[in-house]
C-alpha cells in the first residue's frame, strides 16, 4: 500500500467524521472534550472486552458461532457502557445548567444537547475507526497490499476502509438517538439503538464466508443509511416541535 | 446558532494546553517512525545521563534490564535533584540574571546542537538537496530567533509558544533514543519525583514556586504559555464550571549541560554547560485590581527534570574525535494557579465566582515526556500511539480539572504517565491480539 492510498484509505473511512469535526465538533471546545472523552470510554471498553476474551484468542474452529458470540458480548457490553455514559452525561448537563444560571447565559438549548451527543457519538465511532482501520493501515505502508482469502476480490484494508466508514456512521448517529431516546424516555429510540448495533455486527460475520463481503458491506450500509434516515428524521421532528412551543 | 451558548466558552483554557501538546506529539511520532526504521540500529549505542550506570543490550536477561534501568532512574532522578536544588540556591540568592542567561545559552545550545543534528538525520534521510552553507545560516536564524523568542518580551506569543513546542519536540526526540527499559522506568521514576517535588514539604519544587510567588517574580523557567493569542472576551472562564476561575501555569525550566570527554581516544576535551531558564511568565504582575476582588489562588506546581544526554556525536561525525556531550538539562515544570481579576479588562460587573484567568501555563518538561512516551510507543505500532495519545490527554484533563478542584499545587506528570505506561501495555499485551484477530477476519462492532 502507497502513501497515496494509505491517505485515501484513511480518508475514506474518516472523511466524513473529518467534515462533520471541522464544521461542527472544532468551534466548541467543550464538544472537543466530549469527544475526547467518549473516545476513552471506548477505547477502554474495547481493553476490557480484549481482556476478557484474550485467553480464547486466536479462535482456532472454522466455525462462525464462536465469532457471533464474540460479536454479541462487545455489543451488549458497549450498550451497557452507552448507558454509564448517557448517565454521566445527565449529572454533566445538571451541571452545565447551573453554570449556565451562574454566569448568567442561556441553559442548554436543544441543538446544544444534540451537539453533545454527537460529539459523543463521533468519539465512539473514531475511536472504532482508529483502532480497527487505522491502526493496522499506519504500520503497512511500503510497496505491497494484502489481501484476505476470504474476500479476495478487493484490498484488505480498502474493505476495512469502507467498514469503518459504515460504522463509523452507524455509532455517530446512535448516540444522538439514544440520547434522545434517554431523554423524552421513549422506548423504541431506546430498543432502536442496540438492535442496530447488533445486527449491524451480526452482518459483519457474513464475511467469514468466501465471498461473503461482496454480500456483507451492501447489508452494512443499509444499516447505515437506516440509522442515518431514523437520526435525521427524529431531529428534525424535534426540532420543529421545539419550534412551534417557542 | 446558539451564539449565546455556553459551550462555546468552557474548556478554552483545556484546550488551549492540550492542543499544543497533541501537536509536539504528533510530530514526535512522525519524527521518530520517519527516522527510527532506517536507522534504529545506529543509535542504539548513545550514552547519557539517564544511562549512565547500565547500557541495555537487546541479549541482556530480564533480570538485568531491569535491574539496570532501575540503577539508572535511579541515578538520573539524583542528578536532577543535585541540579534542582543547586537552581533554587541560585533563585534564593537572587542570581536570576545569572539563570537567565544561562538558560538563554542552554536554548541556544539544545535549538542549535540537537535539533541541528536532527535537521541533520532529516535531510539526510529525506535526501533534500542544500548546501552546508545555507543549511548552517538557516540554522544559525533559527536558533537566535529561537533564543530571543524564548526570553524577551517583544515578540509575538505565537512564536513563542512555537518555540516552546520546537523545543520541546527536539528534547523529546532525543529522549526517544534511550533504550526501552530504560525509558519506561525512568518515565515513571520521573513521575514519582514530580509527585515528591511539587507535594512534599521541601521538595525542591515547591520551595522554587513558592519562592517565586512570595516575591511576585517571574519563575525561573522555561513554560508553554497558552494565553489566548488574540485577546478575545473572557466572560466566564472555562474552567469556571468546576474552577470558578482559576489559571494554572506550569513552567519548566531547561538545562542542558553538554560536556565532551574524550572516551574514544583523542585529546579533545570542551565543557560547555547549558543552563537555561526560560521564563516566560510575563504576563504575571501583580494584578492590577485593587479592590477585594482580587483573588489570588495561586497553586503552583512545578516539577523539575535533568537529563544528560551525552551523545558521542563524534563517532557518528568524524571518527577520529572521540567525544561525548553531556547534556544536562532539567526542566522544571510548573503549574501555578493564579487565578485573579484582571481589572483592566473587565468590567467590575462579574459574579462573585467567575475570576478572569491568564491563561494556562503548562511546563515544557511535561511537554517533552509526554512526547517522549508516545514516541517510544510510536517504535512499537501506531495502536499504541493512539491508545498513549488518549490517556496522556485524558490524563492531563485530570490533571486540570484536580488543579481546579484543589487549588493547590499539582504536578502534571504523575497522572498522565501512569495512564499512559498502564494503557501501553493494555494496548500491546491484550488489545492488539485481539483487534488484529477479528479485523483481519473482517469482524466489526
Redesign the interface.
Known amino acids: 500500500m502507497t502513501v497515496a492510498a494509505g491517505i485515501g484509505y484513511v480518508l475514506l473511512a474518516l472523511g466524513p467524521s473529518l467534515s462533520l469535526f471541522v464544521a461542527v465538533i472544532s468551534?466548541?471546545?467543550?464538544?472537543?472534550?466530549t469527544l475526547?472523552?467518549s473516545?476513552?470510554v471506548w477505547?477502554i471498553s474495547?481493553?476490557v472486552?480484549?481482556?476478557v476474551?484474550?485467553a480464547f484468542?486466536?479462535?482456532e474452529t472454522t466455525a462462525w458461532w464462536p465469532?457471533g458470540i464474540?460479536?454479541l458480548t462487545?455489543?451488549v457490553f458497549?450498550e451497557g457502557i452507552r448507558v454509564v455514559f448517557w448517565r454521566v452525561y445527565k449529572r454533566l448537563e445538571d451541571?452545565?445548567d447551573a453554570?449556565?444560571d451562574?454566569?448568567?447565559?442561556?441553559r442548554?438549548?436543544l441543538?446544544?444537547k444534540m451537539?453533545?451527543a454527537l460529539a459523543g457519538g463521533l468519539g465512539h465511532g473514531l475511536a472504532?475507526a482508529?483502532?480497527?482501520?487505522?491502526?493496522?493501515l499506519?504500520?503497512a505502508f511500503g510497496p505491497a497490499t494484502y489481501y484476505?482469502e476470504?474476500?479476495s476480490q478487493i484490498p484488505?484494508f480498502l474493505?476495512?476502509a469502507i467498514?469503518?466508514l459504515a460504522?463509523v456512521t452507524i455509532h455517530t448517529f446512535s448516540m444522538v438517538i439514544a440520547f434522545n431516546g434517554y431523554a423524552e424516555k421513549n422506548r423504541l429510540d431506546q430498543l432502536f439503538v442496540p438492535i442496530v448495533?447488533l445486527v449491524?455486527?451480526m452482518m459483519?460475520?457474513i464475511?467469514?464466508a468466501t465471498g461473503g463481503?461482496i454480500v456483507?458491506i451492501p447489508l452494512l450500509y443499509f444499516m447505515a443509511m437506516l440509522t442515518l434516515l431514523y437520526c435525521g428524521q427524529m431531529v428534525w421532528k424535534r426540532l420543529t416541535e421545539n419550534q412551534s412551543r417557542h | 446558532m446558539d451564539g449565546g451558548s455556553i459551550l462555546e466558552s468552557i474548556g478554552v483554557e483545556i484546550i488551549g494546553v492540550m492542543s499544543p501538546v497533541s501537536i509536539c506529539m504528533l510530530l514526535v511520532v512522525l519524527l521518530v517512525s520517519s527516522l527510527s526504521s532506517p536507522s534504529s540500529i545506529t543509535s542504539s549505542s548513545i550514552r547519557t545521563a539517564a544511562n549512565l550506570v547500565y547500557l541495555e543490550t537487546p541479549s541482556d536477561s530480564t533480570t538485568q534490564k531491569l535491574q539496570g534501568a532501575l540503577l539508572n532512574a535511579l541515578v538520573f532522578v539524583l542528578i536532577i535533584t543535585a541540579v534542582t536544588f543547586l537552581l533554587v540556591l541560585l533563585y534564593y540568592y537572587k542570581f536570576t540574571n545569572f539563570l537567565k542567561n544561562y538558560m538563554r545559552f542552554s536554548a541556544f545550545f539544545v535549538l542549535g546542537t540537537m535539533g541541528g543534528s536532527i535537521f541533520l538525520a532529516l535531510i539526510q534521510h529525506f535526501s533534500i538537496p542544500i548546501d552546508s552553507i545555507t543549511c548552517f545560516i538557516l540554522l544559525f536564524n533559527f536558533t537566535i530567533v529561537g533564543v530571543l523568542s524564548v526570553f524577551s518580551n517583544g515578540v509575538p506569543i505565537l512564536l513563542r509558544q512555537g518555540y516552546m513546542v520546537a523545543l520541546g519536540i527536539i528534547v523529546a526526540a532525543w529522549f526517544t533514543s534511550l533504550p526501552e527499559w530504560t525509558t519506561w522506568v525512568l518515565l515513571v521514576a520521573l513521575a514519582l519525583y514530580d509527585l515528591v517535588a511539587v507535594l512534599a514539604p521541601g521538595g525542591p519544587l515547591k520551595i522554587l514556586v513558592e519562592l517565586a510567588s512570595s516575591r511576585e517574580d517571574e519563575l525561573p523557567a522555561l513554560v508553554y504559555e497558552a494565553r489566548p493569542t488574540v485577546s478575545r472576551n473572557r466572560e466566564g472562564s472555562s474552567l469556571g464550571l468546576l474552577v470558578g476561575g482559576v489559571s494554572e501555569s506550569s513552567s519548566v525550566e531547561l538545562q542542558v549541560v553538554a560536556r565532551e570527554n574524550d572516551t574514544v581516544g583523542d585529546s579533545e576535551h570542551r565543557v560547555i554547560q547549558i543552563g537555561e531558564d526560560g521564563i516566560s511568565r510575563e504576563g504575571e504582575t501583580s494584578p492590577t485590581v485593587n479592590n477585594g476582588r482580587e483573588r489570588r489562588s495561586s497553586s503552583t506546581e512545578s516539577s523539575e527534570y535533568s537529563v544528560d544526554v551525552s551523545g558521542d556525536r563524534n563517532r557518528q561525525h568524524n571518527s577520529h574525535v572521540g567525544s561525548e556531550i553531556a547534556v544536562d538539562e532539567e526542566r522544571a515544570p510548573l503549574v501555578e494557579m493564579l487565578g485573579y481579576r484582571e481589572g483592566t479588562e473587565r468590567g467590575g460587573s462579574e459574579t462573585s465566582g467567575v475570576i478572569a484567568t491568564r491563561g494556562i501555563k503548562l511546563g515544557l518538561g511535561d511537554f517533552v515526556f509526554y512526547s517522549v512516551l508516545v514516541g517510544r510507543a510510536a517504535m512499537y505500532d501506531l495502536m499504541t500511539v493512539y491508545a498513549c495519545y488518549l490517556a496522556i490527554i485524558s490524563g492531563l484533563g485530570c490533571t486540570l480539572i484536580l488543579l481546579a478542584v484543589c487549588r493547590h499545587a499539582l504536578p502534571a506528570l504523575p497522572i498522565s504517565i501512569i495512564l499512559g505506561v498502564v494503557f501501553y501495555f493494555l494496548t500491546r499485551l491484550l488489545m492488539e491480539p485481539f483487534v488484529v484477530g477479528t479485523s483481519t477476519n473482517l469482524m466489526m462492532f
Open positions: 468551534k466548541k471546545p467543550f464538544l472537543i472534550l475526547l472523552s473516545t476513552l477505547l474495547l481493553i472486552l480484549s481482556g476474551w484474550r484468542l486466536p479462535l465469532y464474540l460479536i462487545s455489543v458497549q451541571m452545565l453554570f449556565a451562574r454566569v448568567a447565559k442561556p442548554l438549548f441543538t446544544d451537539q453533545i472504532h482508529v483502532f480497527f482501520c487505522i491502526s493496522l499506519t504500520p484476505v476470504k474476500c484488505f474493505v476495512s467498514i469503518a460504522f448495533h449491524a455486527g459483519t460475520l464475511n467469514l463481503c456483507g
